[in-house]
């Protein structure tokens, strides 16, 4: 069994937005890791994002709005700087569509 090495690690003042990534769904939390909470947790379906997901044309399009209302979300906590950890996917498609929209939404990473 390969070992895994955490590379990243958030705290109270940038926590660490993880991405996951399923063939349907796009996943995202925002994580203190120095006191193991989650602060803010979405996926495409959650209620917070409501019908702003309905005119996205594909699945990147929609990738792309969860990141702007995911941060919003973050913007609410008064979280505006964080670590992006992309749990090993590449930095293309969803993945960076998401971070794209989570940019233009007001996060810095």
Do not use: C, W
């Not at 926590?15 to 063939?23: G, K, M, N, T």
């Not at 803010?40 to 990141?67: P, Q, W, Y």
């Not at 498609?93 to 998401?98: I, L």
Request: a positive charge; glycine letters at 10%.
């Amino acid at each position: 069994m390969p070992k895994r090495k955490k590379k990243m690690f958030g705290s109270s003042e940038k926590p660490r937005l993880v991405v996951y990534r399923s063939i349907k769904y796009i996943h995202a939390q925002l994580i203190d890791d120095s006191q193991g909470k989650v602060l803010v947790g979405m996926f495409n379906k959650s209620k917070a994002v409501g019908t702003s997901l309905k005119s996205a044309k594909n699945k990147s399009e929609a990738s792309f709005e969860l990141g702007k209302v995911f941060a919003e979300e973050a913007k609410k906590k008064k979280i505006k700087q964080v670590v992006f950890d992309r749990n090993g996917y590449p930095y293309h498609g969803r993945v960076k569509a998401f971070a794209d929209g989570a940019r233009e939404g007001g996060l810095e990473f």
